[in-house]
């Protein structure tokens, strides 16, 4: 009995000590064995159920990662758009106060002549002028925001649809050996 | 589409207001480059600075408006430029003007009169 049972035991150590080959893998062997391995046919990959066996998912921690990028760049795209909106708004503002209607409502107060050399006069020319520069700064920077924005939304969709369509492989020990958890959300 | 509409809009205004600024000040009286528009220039005669007079607000490069401005070049043929309108509002005291046929520029009626017998 104690025999048999050192026999198996050998047994499963020289089966520990063989080499685990891949199909298609070739093993050196000490005594001239090569050219028979060379003769040996070289087996191809079946996959289970006609698969591809492609990568499913990839990384998920590598995905996460771009997922956040991809929501900060949205943000940021979007405080960009409000920046410029905000700026945009203030170039209305500047433009309504160096509107023509407040230098014809000058030249009334004043006899239907503008006044010479009048700071009044002077901050409404000033007012126009600057609202040109800030309105159409702020116009670009809206613009460049909402792109930003719907470019990184789009993505950040994408990613999101690809993560909820990932599978999910995990294995953990139980009390009566292993438990193989496989899960496809989609 | 409505966002693309709203900015058109606004650099459509922008550049409307900047214009039509530029309209209302042109021929507007002034002292300093300040009271006109960036793309005007304060066209003031040295006559007229002398005279405590303001100058006229016109286009860069112009100078001054011929034959309405004193010190001005001007044309006794030609009735746009023969002095006797000013270029600034009538609301503004300037002083009456004739061309020199001479010096072919406007000067003070007075002066003109009492140069001649």
Redesign the interface.
Known sequence: MSRQRSRARRALAAAAVLPLLLPGEVAAQPGGDAELAAEAPVLEWTHEGGGTGGRTGGDPHAMNKKIRRAGATTIAGASLAIAGGVTAIAGGVLGYLGSPGRLKQLKQDNDYVLPVDDPKRQQIIANARMATFVLASGVSVLVVGVIITAVARSRLKKLREQRRTSMAFGAAPTRGGAALHWEVRF | MR?TRF?HT??V???L??C??AD??DG?????E?????TQECGRTAEEEQLAL?GVCVSKGTGCVPGRQLGCACDPLDYDRDCLMAAL?V??DYPAMICDEVRRVCVLESDESGVQP
Do not use: F, K, N, T
Request: proline residues 11%.
């Open positions: 966002r900015i606004a650099l205004s922008a550049a207001a900047g039509s600024l209302e000040l507007e009286p002034c002292a300093v300040e009271d006109c528009w960036h303001p509002p609301a503004i």
